[in-house]
């Protein structure tokens, strides 16, 4: 069956030491992970609301009770990534879902801020003539990336987990001379200080005074 729209959600398992490295420095392994499990829920619950197909992209198999957890609960099916790296994973992804989708939009699982609206946003500008749009992230990365057609150099020698993600990215896309958009900026969880942004901010406060609050009681 041919789809027009699907939604892909990338995500880690969420386990102390293995998600949110430069939190848990600040934080300890046990919070940032407690962190991350709430965003992943969270994208989750978001991106089931939407009129679009989803599925939920997990690292480095689909064999998490939490993965088993989110799929019940929000009905989305789960695929386990491949490649060796990031950018490997997102190509096969994007790849698979285009050979059922006219339009593929692919999403992190740490960034509270990026919404529907940012979704449907990007479907209604690859439906308007953009062939890929980028959600940039304020650290110079991005949380979204949408597409209706696919190259491996756009993710080709992307120095990724640096402030030069998305530029590197850009000049990817102009040398394949595709037409690109780009979203209005968003803050994903990378650090103390994001982290205390979201706890500040009343759009997003509630999401994470539970396990602050947890962590309180505890410490």
């Known amino acids: 069956m041919r789809h027009e729209k699907t939604v892909l959600c990338f995500c880690k398992y969420p386990d102390p030491g293995v998600v949110k490295s430069r939190l848990a420095k600040e934080l300890g392994r046990e919070f940032a992970a407690a962190v991350y499990k709430v965003m992943l829920e969270h994208t989750v619950q978001t991106i089931s609301l939407g009129n679009h197909e989803l599925a939920l992209h997990c690292f480095p198999d689909t064999q998490h009770t939490f993965f088993e957890y989110c799929s019940n609960k929000y009905h989305v099916p789960l695929y386990e990534q491949k490649g060796d790296d990031l950018g490997e994973r997102m190509l096969h992804a994007i790849r698979s879902h285009l050979k059922h989708s006219h339009a593929v939009v692919l999403v992190g699982s740490d960034c509270p801020e990026l919404g529907l609206d940012h979704i449907n946003e990007a479907f209604h500008l690859l439906n308007t003539g953009s062939e890929i749009v980028l959600g940039p992230t304020r650290d110079g990365g991005y949380a979204l990336i949408g597409v209706t057609r696919i190259d491996s150099l756009v ?34 969880v990378d650090t103390f200080e994001d982290y205390q942004y979201y706890l500040n901010h009343d759009d997003h406060q509630q999401l994470f005074e539970i396990v602050h609050r947890n962590f309180q009681a505890t410490g």
């Open 155 to 188: 993710f080709e020698g992307i120095p990724w987990s640096t402030g030069r993600v998305l530029s590197s990215t850009l000049n990817n896309i102009k040398a394949l001379r595709w037409k690109s958009s780009c979203l209005p900026e968003v803050r994903d």
